[in-house]
């Protein structure tokens, strides 16, 4: 079996009385770009600043290439590449010499790479950094992190302050990386990032990991939408286990939602009463991501 390039299990900080993590639980192979999503305050940075070896845990493990996050930071981060949400660049320094400088604290070289970065991200490295916008300033940290040879690489909310052009640009480097056999550990609110980037997710709420498993698996979890009109009544659909919400439409099609796990009986059903027009509408990352964003909702609700 291949060993996690991340292991992090049963995963604990306390701030004094306030526990920001309360058990964080998941691995990261090589090859695997991992969506780490979950609200405000839920404790993704947190999670990221203690593998970082910046805070000490407060219960269980973290380890990075089989090593402890906090005793072998210094090994770690030989090999690790990190980008935060909020980039803080020297002032008086022109982007181009950041960049450099980042490389060179990283023990790594400015390459042809370097170059053809700057260029896809459309960055100017002349000018000081003190007059670079937000954006600009995330793009100095994604092309240091980008030309970094690491086998880790860990994005903090990265491209909150990008254009979508340059978010593609920023996309394309990271299926780089993951073809390349890196591990990736991206955490984002930009779920169509996550949604088409990611292998696994997983879901952190109050300090918890709620969730984690392929899209696919999660999709499980929530209901798909399908329009239909049939040429038959169907008088028992409301009825049928699994189904929710019926609406009947102007035009005497159907709305309904339906459990996916009971997609198939429905489908049974409907082909019995001559199927007119079927649209189904699987759900999105957004759907499931409300669902356990709301604290009202219980993950195991009808
Ligand atoms: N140094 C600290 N001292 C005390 N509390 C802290 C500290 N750092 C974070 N917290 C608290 O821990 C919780 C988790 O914060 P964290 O920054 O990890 O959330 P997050 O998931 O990254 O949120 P966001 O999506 O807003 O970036 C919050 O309640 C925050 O107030
Ligand atoms: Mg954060």
Not at 156 to 173: A, M, V, W
Request: net charge negative; glycine share 6%; proline share 4%.
């Amino acid at each position: 079996m291949t060993t996690p390039t991340l292991h992090i299990n049963h995963l604990q900080k306390n701030f004094g009385k306030f526990q920001a993590l309360k058990d964080i639980t998941f691995d990261i192979y090589p090859g695997e770009v991992f969506g780490f999503i979950g609200p405000n305050g839920a404790g993704k940075s947190t999670t990221i600043r203690t593998l970082l070896g910046i805070l000490k845990a407060s219960g269980g493990q973290a380890t990075i290439f089989g090593k402890d996050v906090f005793k072998d930071a210094v090994a770690i981060h030989s090999r690790l590449a990190y980008v935060p949400g909020d980039v803080y660049l020297w002032p008086n320094l022109s982007g181009g010499e950041i960049i450099d400088l980042f490389l060179k604290l990283a023990h790594n070289k400015h390459t042809e790479k370097t170059d053809q970065l700057i260029k896809a991200f459309q960055l100017d490295p002349t000018k000081k950094a003190r007059t670079y916008s937000k954006g600009n300033r995330q793009k100095v940290a994604l092309i240091a992190a980008f030309s970094t040879e690491a086998d880790f690489y860990i994005f903090d909310e990265p491209t909150s302050g990008l254009d979508p052009l340059n978010e593609e640009i920023f996309q394309q480097e990271v299926l780089k990386l993951k073809a390349a056999g890196k591990a990736v550990l991206l955490s984002s609110h930009i779920l169509s990032e996550v949604e088409k980037m990611c292998d696994r997710i997983g879901i952190i709420r109050q300090g918890k990991i709620v969730e984690t498993g392929t899209l696919q698996e999660m999709r499980h979890l929530t209901r798909t939408v399908v329009k239909v009109q049939t040429v038959e009544p169907t008088p028992e659909i409301a009825a049928l286990v699994g189904v929710h919400n019926v609406e009947v439409n102007q035009n005497g099609s159907m709305t309904l939602a339906v459990d996916s796990e009971h997609l198939d009986s429905l489908m049974e059903y409907l082909s019995k009463k001559q199927i007119l027009s079927l649209q189904a509408t699987p759900p999105t990352l957004e759907d499931l991501f409300l669902r356990y964003y709301d604290s009202e909702v219980q993950t195991n609700e009808q």
